[in-house]
């Protein structure tokens, strides 16, 4: 069965991809390994023609190293399989593989909950389907809401089946989204912290698949990416000691803050977007906004350039996030001289002239050599020069852009990105051009760099789990107030009773399940083994865990002539199970218990 948000057709394609990448990885290592023993042969021994021996070995190695880590490299770099569409913005990749539960949660049921677990195969075959399914998101709503549906059932099958004094052997796996390397627990905590990071993946390729030409595709980008800050962002928050990469709180914080710069780029294209008028402010708000989009992306620089992720993030990567900061911090160069050059004050007034003038003096980080800025804005050449210097700033960056990206060879394969930076190096280029005359002899001023401002600054948006609404799978055990992993009780008993003036003799409470509150002394309930704490789980061969209190009353006093059988269970907590080994629990109950008894009632019945 195809359950809503599952892509099966992405199974084949990412799976080749992870065994591609997980046979260059052993191959890495292998090389490593040699190269190490080479190195240490080469320092011990003193032959000389040993010596040139291993020195041609190790040159070997080294090549074939560097060979190795292009095609991982290339591998990492590979949007195809994850993306239907072309885009320039560095994602996350997707990649999950998980264990099966089936044969520990049989053998559980059986053990722990005294129940024939094939009668829970539907619940077993519809969590299989659920776990097989989340594997294969869609890139949409819907695959989101798939893996948020499973994420939500991992808190139902952690109080059903893992317990701190049992271990289900269960190994669950991870590879890591951009080495391939293969991480291994034994915790719950760490699928739930892979589901997490795959949410925050997925909202990354939502993200980077929207038409941005439109400033409804630039909202839902920027919606989508603070969804996926927000995600990395819990996760590193509530998980930790993680053994993969991925998951560690340096490269968390990488993608959280990697997520926002792309967050800080959308916001850039909305306002360029909509800024229909040329006016002299909005001109200088567009250059203090592309400003601000190179700081963000020269802090993750700096984040992946750290020595833990140093060798974990990929080359293409760095480089995409360098070349970015490049590129805005010459677009805020560029667009401070059009509006400097193309854009006069207008006469409209005193407060025009004002608010401009300030907006002026805050759009640089310091003052620029030479006369004051307020004389520069009422002295056309002053203005012609300013502008020009901020272009040649331009013009050097966008140089410097385009040299870092045709050092990388993913890049160079993205057309699209080729063209932005020489479209946007040509432009500033002509308008220096323009600006520049032949008996302008005076040295070129060097133009401070622009303040960052945004109106809009990214917010981390954590996942709301709420909104997908699910049921326990594996509810028919019972209430988890009672039937948890963490509960122990004794083996389940069936008390047989018959009808006798003055009643059964015992006083019930609560519902879903029915509590014994008490039984009478010497009365019929007592001399059949009823107990005082009993759960009653069926009458007469009717599971009655989750039944109401008056249910279970009406059940009981609809019997027979013949009487009623009462299956019941004794619940007690682990730590007092020893202790209290053949003795009952009458005044101890409240004592004993460490989890609550559901829906109790104030007052209770006697029967």
């Not at 080749?16 to 990448?21: E, F, P, T």
């Not at 890139?139 to 893992?162: C, I, K, P, T, V």
């Not at 560690?248 to 306002?271: D, G, H, N």
């Not at 989750?546 to 007690?572: F, N, P, Q, Y």
Request: with cysteine; net charge neutral.
């Amino acid at each position: 069965m195809l359950l809503p948000g599952c892509d099966p057709l992405a199974q084949t394609q990412r799976s080749k991809l992870q065994h591609r990448r997980a046979r260059i990885n052993q191959q890495i290592n292998k090389e490593m390994r040699m190269r190490t023993g080479a190195e240490n042969l080469f320092r011990a021994t003193t032959n000389n023609k040993v010596k040139e021996t291993v020195a041609l070995e190790l040159s070997f190695v080294n090549s074939n190293l560097q060979l190795l880590k292009e095609e991982l490299e290339e591998l990492n770099s590979s949007m195809d399989v994850y993306q239907t569409d072309r885009c320039t913005n560095a994602c996350v990749f997707i990649i999950l593989l998980s264990p099966c539960l089936c044969l520990p949660s049989q053998d559980f049921i059986c053990e722990h909950y005294g129940e024939d677990s094939f009668l829970y195969d539907k619940e077993i075959k519809e969590l299989m389907e659920l776990r097989q399914a989340m594997r294969t998101p869609s890139r949409n709503q819907a695959g989101l809401e798939l893996l948020m549906e499973y994420y939500n059932q991992l808190y139902y099958l952690d109080q059903r089946f893992f317990s701190a004094q049992k271990n289900l052997g269960v190994h669950f796996h991870w590879y890591d989204s951009l080495t391939g390397v293969p991480s291994c627990q034994r915790a719950l905590a760490f699928e739930k912290g892979s589901v997490l990071f795959n949410i925050g993946a997925l909202y990354t390729q939502i993200g980077a698949r929207q038409d941005r030409s439109a400033t409804a595709g630039i909202d839902r980008a920027i919606d989508a990416f603070q969804r996926a800050a927000g995600a990395f962002n819990y996760l590193k928050e509530n998980f930790s000691n993680a053994p993969s990469l991925d998951m560690s709180s340096p490269s968390l914080c990488m993608l959280v803050r990697l997520m926002l710069a792309q967050v800080q780029e959308c916001v850039f294209e909305r306002i360029t977007l909509t800024t229909q008028d040329t006016h002299f402010t909005s001109q200088l708000r567009l250059a203090q906004e592309a400003a601000r989009v190179s700081d963000v992306y020269l802090l993750v620089q700096q984040t992946m350039t750290q020595p833990l992720m140093k060798d974990y993030v990929p080359f293409s990567w760095v480089s995409m996030v360098q070349v970015k900061s490049e590129h805005f911090r010459a677009l805020s160069h560029y667009y401070a001289a059009v509006a400097l050059c193309d854009h006069m004050l207008l006469a409209g007034g005193e407060e025009e002239e004002e608010e401009a003038e300030k907006a002026f003096l805050q759009c640089h980080a310091s003052v620029p050599a030479g006369p004051q800025l307020s004389q520069v804005l009422q002295d056309p050449e002053k203005r012609r020069k300013l502008g020009k210097a901020h272009l040649r700033r331009a013009v050097i960056r966008h140089e410097e852009a385009m040299r870092v990206h045709s050092l990388c060879k993913i890049l160079r394969k993205m057309d699209i990105l080729q063209d932005v930076l020489s479209v946007t190096h040509k432009r500033s280029l002509d308008k220096y051009s323009e600006l520049d005359r032949e008996d302008d002899f005076d040295e070129i001023a060097e133009a401070p760099e622009i303040q960052s401002h945004t109106h809009q600054k990214p917010d981390v948006i954590p996942p709301n789990f709420s909104t997908v609404k699910v049921t326990d799978i594996f509810q028919r055990l019972g209430p988890l107030s009672v039937f948890c992993a963490r509960a122990r009780w004794g083996p389940m008993r069936v008390i047989c009773l018959n009808k006798r003036e003055g009643g059964l003799g015992l006083t019930l409470r609560g519902d879903s399940p029915v509590l014994v509150a008490g039984v009478v002394p010497g009365g019929w309930a007592e001399e059949a083994g009823l107990r005082e704490g009993d759960y009653i789980v069926a009458v007469d061969g009717k599971d009655c865990k989750w039944a109401k209190h008056g249910e279970v009353v009406h059940m009981l006093k609809s019997c027979s002539d013949r009487g009623v059988e009462i299956s019941v269970v004794t619940l007690h907590s682990h730590d007092t199970q020893k202790k209290r080994e053949g003795s009952t629990i009458t005044k101890r109950l409240g004592s004993a218990f460490s989890l609550s008894f559901g829906s109790i009632r104030d007052t209770e019945a006697m029967y």
